[in-house]
């Protein structure tokens, strides 16, 4: 009897053990209407009349007071919203827009704090852009917390609000079609790291143009789609090269998913959405065949592949009577040093004298020899024409995970 009895105490000891289990699934689950999610990307699904909306299925916890979200792609109006609510909060309804609810919108950078009607919060947000969410852990005190906001990684400002009985859930919203963000649960942020941050040069204002490309310091990291050849991320610096910065390099920190990494050099209003080399008045070395694209998008065999930790340098070969255009904020003494790779800025006299009836042609549509280097030696040449307003250091990049640190002056002292 005694068996018998111990053998039912165990049964439903069992059955009391797979209960709390499918109570702990269902009360620990995400939730999200009108979005489609793949892996941590949340695109919108709906017909831009009704919102859809995104629930995490954990609150923030002083072990995991951060999340951040990277807008991929505005849509139509750019409507997202990122901040935290109820467990069950209604999902046809925007972040922020109810009672216990609050969040951060793109579209305006207003601040919605349990209403409809916001309050002018911080700057929008646009395609590439961070957008982060928290809550600081020691701030706890009486049904209370401070909740703070981010854009890439920089405090916009914080408020006080009520905590929930069941917490505050992780929630992103979008009220448009074509809008889509990649979710990170898993963010970190420290007010410290804030501090470090403004203490490191950008290196922003190198940049002209930066076309899902973010800039870190001297990092550049992809951070578009990566689905198809129109998603190329693009950055061009503000200065073309010219006989007194002639060369530049780049290491490629994480090759990414496919490695789709080029660098070159194109002219000033070369397309966004076309890798260094595919168009006319560009010229390109690509790291994941060793092609040469000069103004086609067929490639030529010309080096080796480069992988993760290859350094690949681009520079010209400049005439010795060939004239810059000068800009009046450089001085006209200020040359670069010689460093670990040789200066090849006058290397070809004999090509001088073979086209010396073309010393008086304009500057526009000289040719000059264009050659890339590999782990600082020379990989090969390749003459080209050079576009009205000269040729810019370009950076192309194609898939996920993308990450190269650029030196534009690797010959400066």
């Known amino acids: 009897m005694d068996d018998i009895n111990l053998h039912y105490r165990f049964l439903n000891w069992r059955r009391r053990i797979r209960e709390i289990r499918e109570v702990r699934a269902v009360r620990y689950q995400e939730r999200y209407?009108?979005?489609?999610?793949?892996?941590?990307?949340?695109?919108?699904?709906?017909?831009?009349?009704?919102?859809?909306?995104y629930v995490a299925s954990r609150p923030l916890s002083k072990g995991n007071c951060y999340f951040e979200v990277t807008i991929m792609d505005?849509?139509?109006r750019g409507t997202i919203a990122v901040g935290l609510v109820p467990q069950y909060y209604k999902l046809d309804h925007q972040p922020g827009w109810l009672p216990h609810s609050i969040a951060y919108h793109a579209d305006d950078g207003k601040l919605y704090n349990g209403n409809p009607v916001?309050?002018?919060?911080?700057?929008?947000?646009?395609?590439?852009?961070?957008?982060?969410?928290?809550i600081y852990a020691d701030t706890f005190d009486a049904g209370l917390t401070t909740v703070f906001f981010t854009k890439n990684g920089k405090?916009?400002?914080s408020v006080v609000v009520p905590v929930a009985p069941d917490g505050l859930f992780p929630a992103i919203g979008m009220h448009s079609l074509g809008e889509e963000v990649r979710l990170d649960l898993q963010a970190e942020w420290g007010r410290e790291e804030e501090d470090s941050v403004m203490m490191v040069d950008s290196h922003e204002d190198e940049w002209g143009r930066l076309y899902d490309v973010r800039v870190s310091g001297t990092l550049l990291e992809?951070?578009?789609?990566?689905?198809?050849?129109?998603?190329?991320?693009?950055?061009q610096a503000r200065?073309?090269?010219?006989?007194?910065?002639?060369?530049f390099e780049v290491e490629i920190v994480d090759p990414g998913e496919k490695c789709y990494i080029a660098l070159g050099l194109a002219r000033r209003d070369y397309p966004k959405n076309r890798h260094p080399g595919w168009s006319r008045g560009s010229v390109a070395y690509h790291a994941d065949d060793g092609k040469i694209f000069h103004g086609s998008g067929v490639g030529d065999p010309f080096g080796p592949r480069c992988f993760e930790g290859d350094i690949m340098g681009c520079g010209i070969m400049f005439p010795?009577?060939?004239?810059?255009?000068?800009?009046?904020?450089e001085a006209a003494d200020d040359r670069p040093k010689p460093g670990r790779v040789q200066n090849f800025l006058y290397l070809y006299d004999e090509d001088e004298e073979e086209e010396g009836d073309d010393a008086d042609q304009e500057q526009e549509g000289r040719k000059v020899m264009v050659f890339f280097t590999r782990n600082g030696k020379i990989i090969g040449k390749r003459e080209v024409m050079v576009p009205a307003g000269g040729f810019y250091p370009?950076?192309?990049m194609l898939s996920s995970g993308e990450k190269v640190k650029v030196d534009l002056h690797p010959l400066s002292g």
């Open 394 to 396: 370009t950076i192309g």
């Open 155 to 157: 405090e916009v400002g």
């Open 239 to 247: 200065q073309p090269l010219c006989t007194r910065s002639h060369y």
């Open 74 to 76: 505005t849509g139509v």
């Open 320 to 329: 010795r009577d060939y004239e810059d255009e000068v800009d009046d904020g």
């Open 33 to 53: 209407k009108r979005m489609l999610k793949d892996g941590d990307t949340l695109s919108y699904q709906g017909n831009s009349d009704e919102v859809g909306c």
């Open 118 to 134: 916001g309050q002018q919060f911080g700057p929008k947000c646009n395609r590439g852009d961070r957008i982060g969410c928290g």
């Open 222 to 235: 992809y951070i578009g789609k990566g689905k198809s050849i129109m998603d190329v991320g693009l950055a």
